[in-house]
Nanobody, 120 residues
Framework: QVQLVESGGGLVQAGGSLRLSCAAS????????MGWYRQAPGKQRLLVAV???????NYVDSVKGRFTISRDNAKNTVYLQMNSLKPEDTAVYYC??????????????WGQGTQVTVSS
């Protein structure tokens, strides 16, 4: 059993910052990659940022230079530091992990989502 628990969402004014956290727990052998997605009302869930097991990162163009994804391997936690927030960043943010369990099963896991609202 694997769980991803997000925290850190909230309401912030445009130009402000938030830091999202996602803690993974359970029978985890190794992570392949972890990432953050977001879904605005009436829109598809889209990738925001991803970090691989090797530490490589990738971002959607709209957040480059403003968002930073990082991880703490000892805590099985991934973070998303969001600066210079814009109203168009408003969405539910979901943590995602592609990982291998202690039983050798590779799976795709999601957190419950955390709301980020940026007011203008």
């Amino acid at each position: 059993q694997v769980q991803l628990v997000e925290s850190g969402g909230g309401l912030v004014q445009a130009g402000g910052s938030l830091r999202l956290s996602c803690a993974a727990s359970g029978s985890i052998f190794t992570f392949n990659r972890m990432g953050w997605y977001r879904q605005a009302p009436g829109k598809q869930r889209l990738l925001v940022a991803v970090i691989t097991s090797g530490g490589s990162t990738n971002y959607v163009d709209s957040v480059k230079g403003r968002f930073t994804i990082s991880r703490d391997n000892a805590k099985n936690t991934v973070y998303l530091q969001m600066n210079s927030l814009k109203p168009e960043d408003t969405a539910v943010y979901y943590c995602n992990a592609v990982l291998t369990t202690n039983w050798g099963q590779r799976g795709d896991y999601w957190g419950q989502g955390t709301q980020v609202t940026v007011s203008s």
